[in-house]
């Protein structure tokens, strides 16, 4: 099965910053990725989707990449502002292409500080 | 619309208890899922469903069970309750299994004592 790393727990960036978080995958490469936030308490709630022929995708203040060369995809959040903070979470299927459920990294935890 | 609701919010069972949680969406969605979060664990699947009256296992489902019997709702089982399952529980649901976004609930976070 796949194998997701989020590899920063946690980012403390000053607001006005831009904030990049990094999801990695290791094993079969994903049709698509997803990014989530989740606020304490709260469940998830679904911000972007980028296919595999997709290079970028924009969201207002939200940019995804995605590299499948590296595995990897980049979520920035440009101009970031206290409301940012939150646990981002990237996901993709299980199983490569677009087979199986979604599997959910472990999070970074965002902080922007005014 | 509601999207996805769960109840209760918050829940303190007794070794060897059984209660079930309740999911049930308004979106017409076929596919309907209920992971489980534990601390620096991620979301791990527990169950998810195809359509009414289809059902299978996901990464951790011993402990639990499901049924469909609506599109609207997928209620989750515990049967015996263990500390093992202390942990917040989510469902979801999405138009397609993949390709389109999840819709979660607000969880329901589970003590076992």
């Known amino acids: 099965s796949q194998k997701i790393e989020q590899n920063s727990e946690a980012l403390n960036i000053q607001e006005g910053k831009t904030a990049t978080l990094t999801c990695n995958y290791t094993n079969y490469s994903p049709a698509y990725l997803q990014w989530y936030r989740q606020d304490p308490g709260r469940g998830p709630v679904f911000l972007l989707l980028?296919?595999?022929?997709?290079k970028e995708k924009r969201k207002e203040r939200l940019k995804v990449t995605f590299d499948t060369t590296l595995k990897q995809s980049l979520f920035h959040i440009t101009a970031s502002q206290p409301a940012d903070s939150a646990t981002y979470l990237c996901a993709l299927p299980n199983y490569g292409g677009s087979q199986g459920n979604l599997i959910f990294g472990k999070g970074t935890k965002l902080s922007v500080k005014p | 619309n509601a999207g996805v609701t769960q109840t209760p919010k918050f829940r303190i069972l007794k070794i060897g208890q059984s209660m079930t949680l309740q999911c049930t969406q308004d979106?017409?969605?076929?596919?309907m899922y209920w992971y489980r979060q534990d601390p620096g664990m991620g979301l791990k699947l527990i169950y998810y469903?195809?359509?009414?009256?289809?059902?299978d296992k996901g990464e951790v489902p011993n402990g639990y069970n499901v049924s469909r019997s609506t599109t609207e709702d997928f209620p989750l089982r515990l049967e015996l309750a263990a500390p093992s399952q202390t942990s917040v529980y989510f469902c979801a649901s999405s138009i397609q299994q993949g390709n389109y976004g999840y819709t979660f609930g607000s969880g329901t976070r589970l003590t076992v004592v």
């Open positions: 979106m017409n969605h076929n596919y």
């Open positions: 469903s195809v359509g009414a009256g289809i059902t």
């Open positions: 980028i296919r595999e022929n997709e």
